[in-house]
């Protein structure tokens, strides 16, 4: 069982930056793809960024393309979230996940592992 806690997070203006981080426990993040989904209160949890097992492949959601990278260390067992030129619309719960599947079916929801989630506020 992969138990994954995300860092990083609290209040930021909006055009500043913040980075997560998940550490992961219990196992060793080498074996799964990794990302990170959002809520905001009342919506359902959304794709954010996923991360292939081994760094080469990334994927994003067109709302942060350009904005975020997601990079990971498997020697640390920690993935990041590096969110620059943040928005009041970025403002969130922000979760960490693990899935032993690809990155392109993580992208569509498919998770193994959630992490509880770390609140980002963006002030305009």
């Known amino acids: 069982q992969v138990q994954l806690v995300e860092s990083g997070g609290g209040l930021v203006q909006a055009g500043g930056s913040l980075r997560l981080s998940c550490v992961a426990s219990?196992?060793?993040?080498?074996?799964?793809?990794m990302g990170w989904f959002r809520q905001v209160a009342g919506k359902e949890r959304g794709f954010v960024a996923t991360i292939s097992w081994s760094g080469g492949g990334t994927y994003y959601a067109d709302s942060v393309k350009g904005r975020f990278t997601i990079s990971r260390d498997n020697a640390k067992n920690t993935v990041y979230l590096q969110m620059n030129s943040l928005k009041p619309e970025d403002t969130a719960v922000y979760y960490c996940a693990a899935a032993v599947g690809r990155i392109a079916t993580m992208a569509r929801g498919s998770v193994d592992y959630w992490g509880k989630g770390i609140l980002v506020t963006v002030s305009s």
């Open positions: 219990g196992g060793t993040i080498s074996n799964y793809a």
